[in-house]
């Protein structure tokens, strides 16, 4: 069995020609690269030609339904029409994938009237699709086809059709779905983000389908862990450093923010601040005489993953949250790690 496979490895002339060890694993993985940003490369020119104008009406299309998209595909097209459906789900658009094979089988069941399918197909000729076009015809269900072949049957059958560009894929046989697959994917990802800027989807929107992890922490507001009331180690303009240090040390921030008699932020003390005044009789000070009097703050509609952002900027480890020059809240960089922002 060993002797065969070599045998057949060495008959093959890719193999033969192939360079050898690590230069030549390298070679081809630059080689697969250079092959599919060449077909992206292709796909974008194409907007500047026959592309743009269907790629606007679908927009336009998914926008105005009141159902959801529908997205399919067979074989290496069903994996990349399930993740342009999660994407689209993910930003605002709802959207879910169903088999086509399955679909023959009940799952038609799941498509309603509102709803548009947008089937994904390189050569646009896949049996499977039979039971789905045809039920997409019978009810006047809005067909969106991306397939390279405009005279499929799919594109053919399609009310708008995404013509890909016909280009190289990558695998030196031009059999394996690589290059086409990342065109795919990437229509896919170009019309999710149209969609998203068409209706304004924001940060907090995206919060909402995105809770859970380090991007569901990243986007939860400042307001919603920040040390408030009580927590707060403020202290009076005018303060002596005796006084500050005591709040500081029972406060736990490593910090004293200080306010002015109305309330408003006069500045802020450091632990920083302690040591480059060490050298003084700290005793004999005030908050006034050491203290940072433009610290940088934030509103408490700040992102968390912003926050993190402004800390790492500035090396420091506190953030005062403020609303109408008056402090409100602080965060510490210890609040964000534990949710999950880094």
Request: hydrophobic share 45%; glycine share 10%; proline share 5%.
């Amino acid at each position: 069995m060993h002797g065969l496979t070599r045998k057949g490895a060495a008959s093959d002339p890719a193999a033969a020609t192939a360079p050898a060890g690590d230069a030549g694993q390298v070679a081809s993985a630059k080689r697969t690269l250079a092959t599919e940003r060449d077909g992206l490369s292709a796909l974008e020119r194409a907007f500047d030609a026959d592309l743009a104008a269907p790629f606007v009406r679908t927009v336009e299309l998914v926008a105005s339904i009141g159902g959801r998209v529908i997205v399919t595909g067979m074989g290496k097209s069903g994996h990349i029409g399930s993740k342009i459906a999660a994407t689209l789900a993910s930003t605002g658009t709802p959207a879910f994938f169903v088999h086509p094979a399955e679909a023959n089988h009940g799952d038609l069941g799941m498509i309603a009237r509102d709803d548009v399918i947008v089937a994904v197909s390189w050569s646009g000729e896949s049996a499977e699709f039979k039971g789905i076009l045809a039920y997409s015809r019978r009810f006047s269900i809005p067909l969106v086809a991306v397939t390279s072949n405009r005279d499929s049957t799919l594109g053919r059958e399609s009310d708008i059709c995404l013509v890909l560009p016909k280009v190289q894929e990558a695998c030196p046989h031009g059999l394996a779905p690589t290059t086409s697959t990342i065109m795919q994917l990437a229509l896919g990802d170009a019309l999710a983000i149209a969609l998203l800027e068409h209706r304004g989807f924001s940060a907090t929107d995206f919060h909402v389908f995105h809770p859970g992890g380090q991007l569901g922490a990243s986007l939860t507001h400042v307001s919603e862990i920040m040390h408030t009331g009580e927590r707060l180690p403020l202290v009076a303009t005018g303060t002596p450093m005796g006084e500050a240090v005591v709040t500081m040390s029972a406060k736990g921030f490593g910090c004293v923010v200080v306010v002015d008699p109305s309330g408003r932020l006069a500045g802020v003390v450091t632990d920083g601040d302690l040591r480059r005044n060490l050298s003084r009789d700290m005793l004999a000070l005030h908050v006034d005489d050491i203290m940072t009097r433009t610290p940088r703050t934030i509103p408490p509609e700040t992102l968390c993953g912003t926050a993190m952002a402004i800390l790492n900027e500035r090396a420091i480890t506190t953030l005062v949250v403020v609303r109408d020059a008056k402090p409100v809240g602080i965060v510490h960089m210890h609040d964000l790690l534990r949710i999950g922002v880094a």
